[in-house]
């Protein structure tokens, strides 16, 4: 994963708790930079690197993810001090989504995807447990007439009060009865045995490898669990994690395909 230096901080996209801006990197690139120091903290961006991950490998469209250091300093040149305390508070490494330029929100009302892509995406939604991905809010654009994936910091639901186990890796994922595009998911069980064959082991651990060190050590700094106690044992909690849910996804499958009935 490419990291970019911040150089500009461009403007705010006040959508969302987490107040992302669009910025300029050193790359002459722009981003969609997602904050360490937002509310919602750093395993938000946590959700960003391992849900994005796996919908990259699972072949699902979202723009490039980046590690994006920040200097506090950019704070100097903002004259909301909203923005200054947020800048400051994400001094280091943080998140960025490649910014595409032109797309608009999705609208299920005129935006057409085929039902293989509808059911491949509720079936990523619900192993990863994305509690955002409804019609009030799809977080997909259409850009160059295809969807793309935005914002999985409300992934993970789970890993906001985690010790490490997995207590109930089969559990149904309620939720998903609210997904924009479940309607259209006829064929769950048809792309589940394609989708769970891709995500071995190694993939999911190449996955966790993408997730910096400072993240996981920050994450964990509340925990007091031998699982999370260094970044090692931290991502191998959460590739057990992963390997159970997709062991036992009967369930949960079914709660999927129970709810578009």
Same mark, same amino acid.
């Given at each position: 994963?490419?990291?970019?230096?911040?150089?500009?901080?461009?403007?705010?996209?006040?959508?969302?708790?987490?107040?992302?801006? *669009?910025?300029?990197?050193?790359?002459?690139? !722009?981003?969609?930079?997602?904050?360490?120091?937002?509310?919602? #903290?750093?395993?938000? %961006? !946590?959700?960003?690197?391992?849900?994005?991950?796996?919908? +990259?490998?699972? #072949?699902?469209?979202?723009?490039?993810?980046?590690?994006?250091?920040? =200097?506090?300093?950019?704070?100097?040149?903002?004259?909301?001090?909203?923005?200054?305390?947020?800048?400051?508070?994400?001094?280091?490494?943080?998140?960025?989504?490649?910014?595409?330029?032109?797309?608009?929100?999705?609208?299920?009302? *005129?935006?057409? *995807?085929?039902?293989?892509?509808?059911?491949?995406?509720?079936?990523?939604?619900?192993?990863?447990?994305?509690?955002?991905?409804?019609?009030?809010?799809?977080?997909?654009?259409?850009?160059? +007439?295809?969807?793309?994936?935005?914002?999985?910091?409300?992934? %993970?639901?789970? =890993? =906001?009060?985690?010790?490490?186990?997995?207590?109930?890796?089969?559990?149904?994922?309620?939720?998903?009865?609210? =997904?924009?595009?479940?309607? $259209?998911?006829?064929?769950?069980?048809?792309?589940?045995?394609? !989708?769970?064959?891709?995500?071995? $082991?190694?993939?999911?651990?190449?996955?966790?490898?993408?997730?910096?060190?400072?993240?996981?050590?920050?994450?964990?700094?509340?925990?007091?669990?031998?699982?999370?106690?260094?970044?090692?044992?931290? +991502?191998?909690?959460?590739?057990?994690?992963?390997?159970?849910?997709? $062991?036992?996804? #009967? +369930?949960?499958? $079914?709660?999927?395909?129970?709810?578009?009935?």
């Amino acid at each position: 994963m490419r990291t970019v230096l911040v150089e500009r901080y461009v403007t705010p996209l006040r959508e969302g708790g987490s107040m992302p801006a *669009v910025v300029e990197a050193d790359d002459l690139g !722009m981003y969609v930079l997602k904050f360490r120091g937002a509310g919602q #903290g750093v395993r938000a %961006l !946590m959700g960003e690197l391992i849900c994005g991950g796996i919908a +990259r490998a699972l #072949g699902l469209p979202l723009p490039e993810i980046v590690l994006a250091q920040l =200097h506090a300093k950019l704070a100097q040149t903002e004259p909301d001090p909203e923005i200054q305390d947020l800048i400051r508070a994400s001094d280091g490494l943080n998140v960025g989504l490649d910014y595409l330029p032109g797309s608009v929100n999705f609208d299920p009302a *005129v935006d057409a *995807v085929s039902d293989d892509f509808a059911s491949r995406l509720v079936w990523f939604d619900t192993l990863v447990s994305n509690v955002d991905r409804t019609a009030r809010n799809t977080n997909m654009l259409m850009w160059q +007439r295809k969807p793309w994936l935005i914002d999985h910091g409300a992934t %993970l639901t789970f =890993h =906001h009060a985690w010790d490490g186990t997995v207590a109930d890796p089969a559990k149904p994922f309620a939720p998903i009865a609210d =997904h924009v595009l479940l309607p $259209q998911a006829s064929a769950l069980a048809e792309v589940d045995a394609g !989708m769970a064959a891709t995500l071995t $082991q190694p993939v999911l651990e190449a996955i966790l490898a993408t997730v910096p060190d400072c993240f996981l050590a920050k994450a964990a700094e509340d925990r007091n669990s031998p699982l999370l106690a260094d970044p090692q044992a931290h +991502r191998a909690a959460y590739v057990n994690y992963f390997l159970a849910r997709l $062991q036992a996804r #009967g +369930r949960w499958l $079914q709660g999927a395909i129970d709810a578009r009935a």
